[in-house]
T-cell receptor, first 113, second 117 residues
Framework: DTEVTQTPKHLVMGMTNKKSLKCEQH?????MYWYKQKAKKPPELMFV???????INESVPSRFSPECPNSSLLNLHLHALQPEDSALYLC????????????FGPGTRLTVT | AQSVAQPEDQVNVAEGNPLTVKCTYS??????LFWYVQYPNRGLQFLLK??????LVKGSYGFEAEFNKSQTSFHLKKPSALVSDSALYFC???????????????FGQGTTLQVKP
């Protein structure tokens, strides 16, 4: 099973709201990633977790707050977002941060109004 | 700095014809290369990777890629295109520094493949 699941599929939120995106994998992978993707553009890396510890933060604004409660779960907490944050948010996982392929979830389509 | 280039924004091919989606890379050290496909409103799907070994790599859905070190290229190929292959294709290289792997993928800008019946 090479499935990464993400919930919700769609999310509309106002600029004052607080919401969370959830990602789950049961492949025993020890690296998990958050990406942001605009239409027809490549994904942009936001965060990397390795063995449940944050290993990369690509200078992401503090209104995005990642959390890795256990090796199977990855959350992205959202607060006070801007309209330009509207995008497809993709979660991915890989066996480790070494040279293994990453498996992507279907994404959450976020619209900030 | 490591980079990946996909020189074509779009590739058009007739169903049944062979297809090639081009990718060139620039890395320091050994290149670890990947191809992903993205269908509309979906996440990326892994197609194949080159780490070491044979220059011709076979992947999912009949795709293959040829690693060419002298030309620093990793072109994606398929002998006979299907309409269902129409999608956005990304080439990527694993970012690595002297201190070790970061887990970061550097993506090309993507190439839209249109296969017409």
């Amino acid at each position: 099973d090479t499935e990464v699941t993400q919930t919700p599929k769609h999310l509309v939120m106002g600029m004052t709201n607080k919401k969370s995106l959830k990602c789950e994998q049961h492949m025993g992978h020890r690296a998990m990633y958050w990406y942001k993707q605009k239409a027809k553009k490549p994904p942009e890396l936001m965060f990397v977790y390795s063995y449940e510890k944050l290993s990369i933060n690509e200078s992401v604004p503090s209104r995005f707050s990642p959390e890795c409660p256990n090796s199977s779960l990855l959350n992205l907490h959202l607060h006070a977002l801007q309209p330009e944050d509207s995008a497809l948010y993709l979660c991915a996982s890989s066996q480790s941060i070494d040279v293994y392929e990453q498996y992507f979830g279907p994404g959450t389509r976020l619209t900030v109004t | 700095a490591q980079s990946v280039a996909q020189p074509e924004d779009q590739v058009n091919v007739a169903e049944g014809n062979p297809l090639t989606v081009k990718c060139t890379y620039s890395v320091s050290g050994n290149p670890y290369l990947f191809w992903y496909v993205q269908y509309p409103n979906r996440g990326l799907q892994f197609l194949l990777k080159y780490i070491t070994g044979d220059n011709l790599v076979k992947g999912s859905y009949g795709f293959e890629a040829e690693f060419n070190k002298s030309q620093t290229s990793f072109h994606l190929k398929k002998p006979s295109a299907l309409v269902s292959d129409s999608a956005l294709y990304f080439c990527a290289v694993r970012d690595s520094h002297g201190s070790g792997n970061t887990g970061k993928l550097i993506f090309g800008q993507g190439t839209t493949l249109q296969v017409k019946p």
